[in-house]
């Protein structure tokens, strides 16, 4: 089964650049999930939208959802 490359920042459009951008401000890294997504950029932003919802909002702090994504993410044995 064939596997879609991730995407650098020097392959995708302007609007998706300026996606990886924040998240290299904000993190210090872009998501290998984004990277992939970033192939059909209207799948990528409407993630971003769901994500940064459920991060950055209601009472569970975001250290821990992340470590719940890793640990979740492990188990599945994701390489993300």
Known sequence: ???LP?????QVGPEIQAI????IKERGNVPNAFKTFAH???YLTTMIAHYR????TGGVPFKR????F????TLN???Y
Do not use: I
Request: net charge positive.
């Open 70 to 73: 890793l640990y979740v993410s």
């Open 6 to 10: 991730k995407l650098e920042r020097d």
């Open 53 to 56: 919802a459920v991060m950055f």
């Open 77 to 79: 044995a994701c390489r």
């Open 40 to 42: 059909l950029p209207s």
């Open 65 to 68: 959802k992340e470590l719940l």
């Open 1 to 3: 089964m064939g596997r």
């Open 20 to 23: 990886y951008d924040t998240y």
